[in-house]
């Protein structure tokens, strides 16, 4: 039995509540969580919940071109952006500034298309990477071990190309992205489906094969071992319904989110019935679990764990247990394309394919 607390409209007024306490007054700055001062990857995580929820829809024009201009502010002359939150003395251990701007850059470029915006400069630090085997290059430096962080790097990287590619009419883009996903589909591992070799811990390796998903499905390629990355994904599924390290301390806003992520787009690209019907009833077990981080604030929590949350930088801490604008939105994915996928009343109030983060639906690309 699905809780009542599924119901779309019930969970997008909490949202926005959520949402607008954030805001700082007079402005379109917003806070990642309630401790916080305003920044720069909040700003854009604040369009990009405002998308999925259909609060942006209810903005004006002026309005919109306004919150697009506070993001484009932080945009420097070479394409990247940047701000105070990730200034080298802010970063967490083991988050380097190239890490830094990829992540940031590609949430402002996501946030300005939830706001039918564009930025103000090109991305003029992809030159190197359009030279026909320049992109493979760079993802040989990468750490398959660790393929959570290098392959959302190599996201990014790829997002930017492709944006190149729409927007200028150059194929170049797109040949490198191929490029890229040349190096996945060699380094896939048999055993699980994920292309990290099988150098990565398992749940490092799922959230590391997501990140490329989400470009296979925009390039219209086709991703290899479909039945293998449905059963593994499945099979990481914890007695509490969610795909953390643990069970019963909440799961993880992100590796819930790319668990479900990733099974909502296999679902439509598998044939075979039985996993249709696992991932089916995977998603009810993480519809129920996944409540355990809902807060009274509207928003949800990254985890129930005794600790605190960092997204990459000293200066976006979240007390334990506390709401931010990042686990708000993945958790509110999360629990949109499951609904989607369920076909639960209401599902259809949910407001995804804003941008890469929120396909689900391959058949709806072709």
């Known amino acids: 039995m699905i809780k009542v607390n599924h119901s779309p409209e019930i969970l997008q007024k909490a949202a926005k509540q959520y949402l607008m306490t954030l805001r700082k007054p007079g402005t379109w700055e917003f806070r990642f969580c309630a401790r916080n001062d305003s920044s720069l990857v909040a700003t854009c995580l604040a369009a990009m919940l405002g998308g999925i929820t259909g609060f942006n829809r ?44 990829l992540h940031r850059t590609r949430h402002a470029l996501l946030a300005l298309y939830s706001l039918n915006a564009r930025p103000i400069r090109c991305f003029s630090f992809i030159e190197k990477w359009l030279e026909p085997g320049k992109i493979r290059q ?56 994920y292309h990290d070799v099988g150098k990565s811990e398992i749940r490092n390796a799922m959230a590391g094969a997501m990140h490329l998903y989400p470009v296979y499905i925009l390039i219209q390629r086709k991703i290899k071992c479909v039945d293998t990355i449905i059963d593994t994904t499945v099979g990481l599924q914890q007695l509490d319904g969610l795909f953390g390290y643990e069970s019963g301390s909440g799961g993880e806003d992100c590796l819930d989110y790319d668990a479900v992520f990733i099974l909502s787009n296999m679902f439509f690209l598998t044939d075979t019935p039985k996993r249709k019907k696992s991932i089916a009833e995977s998603f009810l077990k993480c519809l129920d ?78």
């Open 58 to 101: 209810s903005l004006t024009k002026s309005q919109k071109q306004e919150w697009a201009g506070t993001i484009n502010f932080f945009q420097r002359e070479d394409g990247w952006y940047d701000d105070n939150d990730i200034a080298e003395k802010n970063l967490c251990p083991g988050y380097r500034k190239d890490r830094a701007l």
């Open 138 to 193: 760079w993802c040989e430096t990468l750490d398959l071990a660790d393929y959570w962080y290098s392959s959302n790097m190599m996201m990014d990287a790829a997002l930017f190309l492709m944006d190149y590619s729409n927007s200028t009419g150059s194929q170049s883009g797109f040949q490198a992205v191929n490029e890229l996903l040349d190096f996945c589909d060699e380094n896939i591992n048999p055993e699980t489906g």
């Open 289 to 366: 679990g996944i409540t355990v981080n809902q807060n009274p604030d509207g928003g949800f929590a990254c985890h129930r764990r005794k600790e605190s949350y960092y997204f990459g930088t000293l200066t976006t801490e979240v007390p334990p247990g506390g709401s931010s604008l990042w686990a708000t939105y993945a958790r509110l994915l999360a629990i949109a394309m499951m609904s989607k996928i369920l076909q639960l009343p209401g599902s259809e109030q949910w407001h995804l394919n804003n941008n890469l983060m929120e396909i689900w639906n391959l058949q709806s690309l072709i």
